[in-house]
């Protein structure tokens, strides 16, 4: 596979710089260049300094003007950095002229969200889409890349003897990342048809979305028993992950894990990750998990629908539970967000607190459209039998001399199979 070329050395001291246009902006600005240092700790990167810088209109050669920039270099000298990480995102020419200016790395939040997401891929698909994004982001850089691009050279496989090795590298990624999306087209394929076989068993799924860090990892373990990694770190998680859980009314659920989402996400990898995503789109209703702690989670809640509906997916019947609430010490607070959400649910999965009204709450979900109702079944028919005591509930039994008289609550998904053996 053709390899991006990686630098040398390991960032080990990193100022991050965050600019925005309007007076009014610096808070949002400030919150967002917080996270940036989450993203940055999360790959093990110290940060040492951090710089908000209000700016007009944007510049095209540093983003902001050649004095400012001059200044952020100088500033980053004196704190011994090796990397600037703009929360920004820089075009090429940009993120060239700052490196030509600073004679240190100079990276964007793009980079660091596609370095995250290549160490914690796991699956084969995860693995694709982010070889994919990174390969679209990396294309239009080839030039930061190498400094052997500008020699020309002919041969077998290339365009002609004029061709420079910055065109044939450019054709090898383009052919690279051809044979990346077909790689995806089959793993989707693949996953269409694990989705047709749970659909055969009609159990109902219901996905676990919302913002990055949430405890979307933390609840299915919790509820399902799931070996899935659970780390206090943006993105721990990118694969999703489907268990199923018994309900209480002895309804089946499968839950499913899906990638957090974040402000800003690369455009690159909202498209790549659209399979991953697509379990959002095809589950029957959505759990939109939010950190009741977080002192934005409103607007987190804005950013996950977002994207719900860019997939299309947020006219689902949706679940919505503030999570890590034993965090949440002010009662004014508490009174906002119920007052915000009164329809949703406050839990702790660490502490316990309200999970059991939350399953509880899962299996009303499930359950709308079950019906009690009274069934003469053949006593060759015990496969539905079995099925009426896994997926609904069985009230009472009794065998008589041509059929099994059932009273029982039926799931709707069900009753088309029953219908032929109900009774007035």
């Not at 993203?39 to 050669?61: D, F, H, K, N």
């Not at 209703?285 to 997939?311: N, W, Y």
């Not at 649910?345 to 399953?359: K, R, T």
């Amino acid at each position: 596979m053709f390899e991006i070329k990686r630098r040398e050395k390991m960032v080990e001291r990193a100022l991050l710089v965050g600019a925005h246009f309007e007076a009014a902006g610096r808070e949002d600005a400030d919150d967002l260049l917080t996270e940036l240092g989450e993203l940055v700790r999360t790959l093990c990167v110290p940060v040492v300094g951090r710089q908000l810088v209000q700016i007009r209109e944007p510049q095209a050669r540093y983003l902001m003007g050649s004095g400012k920039a001059e200044e952020i270099c100088e500033y980053a000298k004196s704190l011994a950095c090796d990397a600037i990480i703009f929360d920004n995102e820089l075009t090429p020419a940009q993120q060239r002229n700052w490196e030509n200016l600073a004679k240190i790395t100079v990276i964007d939040r793009q980079e660091i969200i596609l370095d995250i997401f290549g160490a914690r891929a796991q699956t084969r698909e995860a693995k694709i889409q982010v070889d994919l994004a990174r390969m679209t982001y990396s294309l239009p850089r080839l030039t930061r890349a190498w400094g052997h691009l500008g020699k020309q050279g002919g041969g077998i496989g290339s365009k002609g003897e004029g061709e420079s090795q910055l065109e044939q590298d450019k054709r090898k990624i383009r052919g690279q990342m051809d044979r990346l999306k077909r790689d995806l087209v089959e793993v989707r394929r693949n996953r269409a048809n694990q989705r047709k076989d749970r659909k055969r068993a009609p159990v109902p799924n219901a996905a676990i979305v919302g913002y990055t860090n949430a405890g979307k990892s933390s609840l299915l373990r919790r509820l399902t028993g799931a070996d899935v990694l659970v780390e206090d770190a943006l993105f721990a998680t990118l694969d999703t992950t489907t268990r199923k859980i018994d309900l209480p009314n002895r309804q089946p659920l499968l839950l499913t894990d899906t990638v957090g989402f974040i402000r800003k996400l690369p455009h690159q990898l909202v498209e790549s990750f659209n399979a991953t995503l697509e379990e959002a789109v095809m589950a029957d209703f959505l759990v939109h998990l939010l950190d009741a702690s977080h002192p934005r989670v409103l607007e987190f809640h804005g950013t996950t629908m977002k994207v719900l509906e860019e997939l299309g997916a947020d006219t689902k019947k949706t679940l919505t539970v503030f999570n890590k609430i034993d965090r949440v010490e002010d009662p004014l607070t508490r009174a906002m967000l119920r007052n915000t959400h009164p329809d949703a649910l406050f839990i702790s999965v660490h502490s316990g607190e309200g999970l059991d009204l939350l399953v509880e709450k899962l299996g009303e979900l499930v359950g709308n459209g079950s019906q009690q109702i009274v069934l003469h079944l053949p006593h060759d028919r015990s496969d539905l039998l079995a099925r009426l005591h896994r997926e609904g509930v069985v009230h009472e039994t009794a065998y008589e001399e041509e059929f099994s008289r059932i009273r029982a609550t039926v799931p709707s998904r069900l009753r088309e199979l029953v219908t032929p053996f109900s009774v007035a």
